[in-house]
């Protein structure tokens, strides 16, 4: 089913360059002719003035006859060439008609299969429907301004059997077997088991989503990706397409080393699956979307802007070497087990309204602007090397050991209301519960014990401080 264009197609490239073509190649209107018969008898008169100087001189009659003969020859000359011109423009313009033909041929093809491939993903049948994937495929690799369509329509067929379920009509047999009976039914309105046909039934349809999922990955992974199962071949790679999987449920998905220039992952449910070495070029939204499983977005690069506003993570969650060069916003997210940022490097980060309820690391991370306001440290949580341009702590809370050995502040932290369970500063990586492994400049103490409001969720906790300096110590009354 590949199309192949004549090279006349090939030259023009586009539809575009052929009307560029036609516009320059206007009809030449019947005006225009009497200039050229006008050129025609002045290189006639001209050549018959220049040469009238050469018969006067030798009145033979040979001289004469050659005169006119050379004047006639310019001016047969001058009419050869307008009538050449005409020519390549009559060629020219059969060309064009043709080439536009073609054109017209291969988009209503290109139509005709694409609309033939869509109609086979609706099929009861799923080799059908995996039938109309790889023809769907085989018409985004043949045709690259159809490809962002194309992949609009694999993200929607995975988005639709993540929510639709799937019904099969059943045959009349089994109709008459589940007919109602008129004795009473004890199961009414209770879960009833799937029959061995649905069952069969939803085990085709996962795999035909998981080769709609194999098909779109294996053409975003980059061309340099390095030992990734199932990556396409240079040639097959499809640069700068956007994703949508907004509420999708995706399982078992390999992003790794993909490259996109999108990426819409809001309210997806995301299971085992894996992000390592994608890059994102333009926005990436995982607005209140849920991973479970374990995830990891080791390596990841993302260029432009993130959301991770109201998204959960129900197992570990590993971030290492990750690189943001824009805005990342973590608000109200929620990390119910472990969480590594180890050697991340962030531009602009805002964790608001965060809960981290496993142990977190943010070893040799660098902050070049950072936020932590109403975030909840239940576990562990270690900054160790990690360098800070510029960072804010507001009403935070931490809950269990602190670790801030050999961070590094470009400019002092600012610290509000800043509090941590007593006795629960200790060590991480075998440092002793009796240490405090805080900043110098960062001092603690029972500084809101005089808050005598009985539900004050702190009351009992230490808050943490910056220290005077010693100048403005010794003057304090």
């Known amino acids: 089913m590949t199309l192949n264009p004549l090279p006349v197609l090939r030259k023009l490239a586009s539809r575009h360059q052929l009307d560029r073509e036609v516009e320059r190649l206007r009809p030449i209107s019947a005006w225009m002719l009497i200039p050229s018969v006008v050129l025609v008898a002045l290189v006639t008169v001209v050549v018959l003035f220049a040469l009238g100087d050469v018969a006067r001189s030798d009145p033979s009659a040979t001289v004469r006859v050659d005169v006119i003969r050379i004047a006639l020859t310019a001016a047969a000359g001058t009419g050869g060439g307008l009538a050449l011109l005409l020519a390549f423009r009559r060629q020219r313009s059969t060309e064009i008609a043709a080439a536009h033909s073609i ?63 799937l019904h099969f009509p059943a045959s009349s047999g089994s109709q008459r077997r589940n007919a109602p009976s008129r004795r009473p039914n004890r199961l009414a309105g209770a879960d009833r088991l799937e029959t061995t046909g649905h069952r069969i039934a939803r085990s085709q349809e996962r795999e035909v989503r998981m080769t709609a999922g194999h098909i779109l990955l294996s053409h975003l992974q980059s061309p340099d990706a390095e030992n990734v199962l199932g990556a396409a071949p240079p040639g097959d790679f499809w640069p700068d397409i956007d994703i949508n999987m907004a509420g999708a449920s995706v399982s078992e998905f390999n992003f790794s080393q993909c490259q996109v220039r999108s990426a819409d992952f809001s309210n997806a449910t995301i299971r085992q699956s894996s992000f390592r070495g994608m890059e994102f070029d333009g926005f990436a939204n995982f607005t209140r979307a849920t991973f479970t499983g374990g995830v990891g977005f080791d390596d990841a690069v993302f260029y432009s802007a993130v959301s991770f506003i109201g998204t959960t993570f129900e197992e570990d969650v590993h971030f290492r070497q990750a690189e943001f060069y824009d805005f990342v916003l973590f608000e109200d997210a929620r990390f119910q087990s472990d969480a590594s940022f180890e050697l991340v490097d962030f531009d602009y980060v805002r964790m608001v309204g965060v809960d981290f309820a496993g142990t977190v ?17 239940r576990g562990e949580v270690g900054f160790t090397d990690a360098v800070f341009d510029a960072a804010t702590f507001r009403n935070v809370a931490f809950e269990g050991a ?59 906790w230490d808050t943490l401080k910056l220290a005077k300096p010693r100048e403005e110590s010794e003057n304090s009354p």
């Not at 869509?118 to 085989?138: D, F, H, I, M, W």
């Open 103 to 165: 054109s017209d041929a291969a988009e209503r093809r290109v139509t005709e299969l694409y609309t033939k491939a869509v109609e086979q993903l609706g099929s009861e049948q799923a080799p059908v429907r995996l039938g109309g994937l790889y023809a769907l495929e085989r018409l985004a690799q043949d045709n690259p301004d159809h490809r962002q369509t194309i992949v609009n329509v694999l993200c929607a067929y995975i988005r639709m059997s993540s929510t639709t379920s």
């Open 361 to 377: 690391s943010f070893r040799d991370a660098e902050f070049r602007s950072v936020t932590f306001e109403k975030v909840t440290f």
């Open 402 to 460: 602190i670790d801030f050995r050999d961070a590094k502040f470009e400019t002092e932290a600012k610290l509000d209301r800043v509090h941590i369970r007593t006795g629960g500063i200790g060590g991480i990586g075998g440092i002793g519960a009796s240490q405090t492994l805080l900043p110098a400049t960062w001092v603690r103490g029972p500084f809101d014990l005089q808050n005598e409001d009985p539900d004050y969720p702190f009351r009992d």
